[in-house]
């Protein structure tokens, strides 16, 4: 299980950056010069990355027997740009305290 967590956390903070490039990469293209490399290699790079953060977080979910509700918040926060970061953050503290209240 340890794995996972691990995983997910990694996955979530690549998405995040990979949504931060893009938006990087849409200012250049739109507002700047015009230049669309940054679109062109963020683009599918954040698509992938989506893709296994909803993996993740199924997964995850799955595993660490998470609420619907808590899945939901979790695949919804892959959508909005830096927001599954906030999720990613919200589960570690929930795992740190249930780790305290374990030990």
Not at 12 to 20: M, N, R
Not at 52 to 70: C, E, I, P, Q
Not at 74 to 92: N, Y
Request: hydrophobic share 50%.
């Amino acid at each position: 299980m340890d794995f996972l967590y691990r995983a997910f956390f990694a996955v979530a903070i690549a998405e995040t950056c990979s949504w931060a490039g893009l938006l990087a990469g849409m200012y250049v293209k739109y507002l700047g010069s015009g230049n669309e490399i940054g679109v062109q290699i963020f683009g599918p790079v954040h698509g992938a990355l989506v893709i296994a953060y909803v993996g993740a977080v199924l997964l995850l979910a799955r595993n660490a027997d998470w609420s619907l509700r808590k899945t939901g918040v979790g695949l919804l926060c892959g959508i909005p740009p830096l927001a599954s970061i906030w999720f990613e953050r919200k589960v570690a503290r929930e795992r740190r305290s249930h780790t305290l209240q374990t030990a």
